[in-house]
């Protein structure tokens, strides 16, 4: 069982930034790719972001130039940078990874952004 535990989230005024965590139990490079999902209430989970062992990242339209992923190999870490927040990017965000066919989900984290 892979754990996920997320941080980082809050209360951010429009055009301000965030920083998201996801801190694995285990390696990460041995997780094939990890990466974001954000869903507000009522409505789909929808996809932000990959960044793959390997090295390459993906995003979603929405929030390409404004977020990034990064990792720290190190420190078993994930990281979701968000700037020129957007009160659409209002959501729970959560992490996951995918290794050896299953997906693993952090428990959320809430991020608000105010008008």
């Known amino acids: 069982q892979v754990q996920l535990v997320e941080s980082g989230g809050g209360l951010v005024q429009t055009g301000g930034s965030l920083r998201l965590s996801c801190a694995a139990s285990?390696?990460?490079?041995?997780?094939?790719?990890m990466g974001w999902y954000r869903q507000a209430s009522g409505k789909q989970r929808e996809w932000v972001g990959t960044?793959?062992?390997?090295?390459?990242?993906n995003y979603a339209g929405s929030v390409k130039g404004r977020f990034t992923i990064s990792r720290d190999n190190a420190k078993n870490t994930v990281y979701l940078q968000m700037n020129s927040l957007k009160p659409e990017d209002t959501d729970v965000y959560y992490c996951?990874?995918?290794?050896?066919?299953?997906?693993?989900w952090g428990q959320g984290t809430q991020v608000t952004v105010s008008s």
């Open positions: 960044t793959f062992s390997g090295g390459s990242t």
């Open positions: 285990e390696r990460i490079f041995s997780i094939n790719e």
């Open positions: 996951y990874g995918a290794v050896r066919g299953a997906i693993y």
